[in-house]
């Protein structure tokens, strides 16, 4: 029998979602300012952000032209760093479990944020809560202040100033860290923040973020998590044992 998700905890991935994509959502106005100043029109400047939709892509195509760089080195850079959305689609398809045009619409809106609301929900029906509220708020958010940070141009100055860049990664932080309890998520991610440390100055952008997935990969091959073991079974049957309680006997007269 399907179980559905309690009301409370619907609620709560709506309001993760909900914060999350007004935090990321503000964020585009760097973008939009930053990619017209770069030199990238307000056509084309729209088209990467409705049709890439991946925050982390979008800056660096547009860094590696104002940089003066080449288109080819732009998409390069650009796609590389995309290609963590890969590792976010084999995450959240079980979840979903999506058909037909709904799975192109997930994998459009597959991204960090989406992605970090869905695996932070208690059971798999809250959880494709949380990822469409996430994504498609992000989606038309994001767009939307794009659009005004494109238009309004350099009247913003420096978006960066406002902190803008910061409230996205605080938001991401506060979903990601209730579940650093255990020992193991903290060496994880210690590793994983070490690794992107050390290669930031040293490689192209999108390398650490695949190298942090890969320290993860490996943890996990190299220290599987245990398996509980089986509850004892009953000598006449083969269900588990259920444990007396203390409540259920008999009342001796």
Do not use: C, H
């Not at 939709?53 to 288109?71: D, E, K, N, R």
């Not at 029906?125 to 767009?143: C, D, E, H, K």
């Not at 238009?151 to 996205?168: E, N, Q, S, V």
């Amino acid at each position: 029998m399907k179980v559905l998700p309690t009301d409370p905890a619907a609620r709560a991935a709506v309001r993760q979602g909900v914060s999350v994509s007004v935090a990321t959502g503000l964020y585009g106005i760097s973008f939009g300012a930053l990619s017209v100043a770069a030199g990238v029109g307000l056509g084309p400047t729209m088209a990467l952000s409705l049709l890439m939709f991946s925050g982390g892509s979008q800056f660096a195509l547009i860094g590696v032209i104002g940089a003066a760089g080449t288109p080819v080195a732009a998409i390069a850079t650009a796609t590389l760093l995309g290609l963590r959305n890969t590792l976010y689609g084999a995450v959240v398809s079980p979840l979903l479990q999506v058909r037909g045009w709904r799975r192109l619409a997930a994998a459009q809106v597959t991204i960090d944020e989406s992605t970090a609301v869905a695996v932070a929900q208690p059971d798999p029906a809250v959880s494709r809560i949380g990822f469409w509220v996430t994504g498609l708020g992000v989606y038309v958010l994001w767009n939307a202040f794009v659009l005004l940070g494109a238009l309004a141009g350099d009247a913003l100055g420096d978006p960066r100033a406002w902190g803008l860049d910061a409230a996205a990664a605080a938001a991401f932080l506060a979903l990601v860290w209730p579940r650093l309890a255990p020992r193991r998520a903290q060496l994880v991610a210690g590793l994983a923040v070490t690794a992107t440390a050390v290669l930031i100055p040293f490689v192209p952008p999108g390398i650490p973020v695949l190298a942090a997935a890969a320290v993860a990969i490996v943890v996990g091959l190299v220290a599987p998590t245990s398996v509980p073991a089986e509850a004892p079974s009953d000598p006449a049957g083969d269900t588990p044992a259920e444990p007396e309680n203390e409540t259920d006997r008999e009342p001796v007269r």
